[in-house]
């Protein structure tokens, strides 16, 4: 199952990508996230190696996802896979520089296994939505510019 979203936002893409890559702010502007932590590994700021720990909210449950970041483009790409986790996905954050911003795409491709298969239907509206909402807030997040205040 894959998720796409796309947003415009207007900001210069050196700004959004820095913002998108501080894994310890996600729960800002996602509100699947509810937590985000740094795992201790050789690599120490986001690039390939680097790994994450995300507390999520997926249907009524909490569940701990462990991510490493497999591709790393600076200000471009962003790439990581859970290697830990009851939900195998691959997420990625894409950007693109505009005349007057930046164009962030977001997808994550999900295999759903065990006792959420059955429910992939629900799972797949429901993450569509969910990818809008955080979008739309991290759109409204860093055009604020109220981020700097943290």
Request: net charge negative.
């Given at each position: 199952m894959r998720v796409k979203k796309s947003v415009v936002i207007n900001q210069p893409i050196a700004e959004v990508f820095e913002y998108v890559s501080n894994f310890s702010q996600t729960r800002i502007w996602s509100g699947a996230v509810l937590a985000s932590q740094p795992v201790e590994t050789e690599a120490t700021q986001p690039g390939v190696g680097y790994c994450y720990k995300n507390l999520v909210k997926f249907l009524d449950r909490q569940l701990e996802l462990t991510y490493q970041i497999i591709e790393y483009q600076?200000?471009?790409?962003?790439?990581?896979?859970?290697?830990?986790?009851?939900?195998?996905?691959?997420?990625?954050?894409?950007?693109?520089?505009?005349?007057?911003?930046?164009?962030?795409?977001?997808?994550?491709?999900?295999?759903?296994?065990?006792?959420?298969?059955?429910?992939?239907?629900?799972?797949?509206?429901?993450?569509?939505?969910?990818?809008?909402?955080?979008?739309?807030?991290?759109?409204?997040?860093?055009?604020?510019?109220?981020?700097?205040?943290?």
């Open positions: 600076p200000n471009l790409l962003i790439t990581a896979k859970t290697i830990a986790g009851l939900l195998p996905s691959l997420v990625c954050y894409n950007s693109d520089p505009l005349a007057v911003g930046t164009l962030l795409t977001y997808q994550q491709e999900i295999g759903l296994i065990g006792l959420f298969k059955p429910f992939e239907a629900i799972i797949y509206k429901s993450l569509d939505r969910q990818a809008e909402q955080d979008l739309t807030t991290l759109k409204d997040w860093l055009e604020s510019r109220l981020y700097s205040l943290l």
